[in-house]
């Protein structure tokens, strides 16, 4: 899972099977069209398929430049599971489904958590800022707040939840799963002197759409 992306270090060429991996979670997710899977030693340069998932991947930015670079901030901060396993696939999938939860439902109960999230810094303005994210898709002050207000609601809290993510096939569990990855980075980047916002944005200006977020 994007293991070619170390920290603070430049971006190289993607493998084909990374693009692959990454294509199958973009159209789970529902932001690029389904395409035939690429040979997996083919070269991404040459490849129609590879070069049809990149476009398709332009026109849907900046949403999958800012999965992508949750991803590799993740992957930055050692919170990841080796590339390839199915507990690796699942959190490509929900990084992104999560994405599409919060910039396109309009659950009452999402809504409102991802205001409360916000309001704690932001106040009057958190719901102008939940409005931006559905242009901007994953920001790292979001992903903080999120995890900060995760954190802070009980279980019974967290389960009126349910409803907005289950149209997304989606479960609180898994929230708290992606919640507990961000803490987890958090945490692991301040131990060596690192910040989680800093290292994201180092990543979001490598990733499609970068100029549009």
């Known amino acids: 899972m994007l293991l070619f992306l170390r920290c603070l270090s430049p971006v190289l060429q993607p493998s084909a099977y990374i693009i692959n991996s990454f294509l199958v ?21 040459k490849n129609p398929v590879l070069t049809q998932t990149s476009r398709s991947a332009k026109t849907a930015s900046p949403h999958i430049g800012s999965a992508m670079a949750v991803l590799a901030t993740l992957q930055d901060a050692g919170v990841l599971p080796p590339e390839g396993t199915p ?3 699942h959190i490509i999938r929900f990084v992104i489904q999560f994405q599409s939860v919060f910039t396109k439902s309009d659950d009452p109960a999402v809504q409102e958590f ?3 999230a916000l309001a704690h810094r932001y106040g009057d303005q958190a719901a102008d800022i939940v409005g ?3 242009t901007t898709g994953w920001t790292a002050d979001i992903l903080e707040r999120l995890s ?18 289950a149209p997304f096939n989606l479960s609180v569990e ?5 919640m507990q990855l961000v803490r987890d980075a958090r945490q692991a980047f301040r131990t060596r002197g690192l910040e989680f916002q800093h290292i994201f944005s180092s990543r979001r200006k490598e990733m499609p759409g970068a100029e549009s977020s």
Not at 148 to 159: G, T, Y
Not at 174 to 178: D, L, S, V, Y
């Open 114 to 116: 991802a205001r409360q």
């Open 87 to 89: 507990e690796a696939n």
């Open 25 to 45: 979670s973009l159209v789970l997710g529902g932001l690029v069209p389904s395409v035939q899977a690429a040979p997996a030693l083919a070269d991404p340069a």
């Open 132 to 134: 931006n994210l559905r």
């Open 148 to 165: 900060d207000e995760e954190a802070r609601q009980s279980s019974e809290s967290l389960h009126t939840l349910a409803q907005g993510f």
């Open 174 to 178: 898994e929230f708290h799963r992606f």
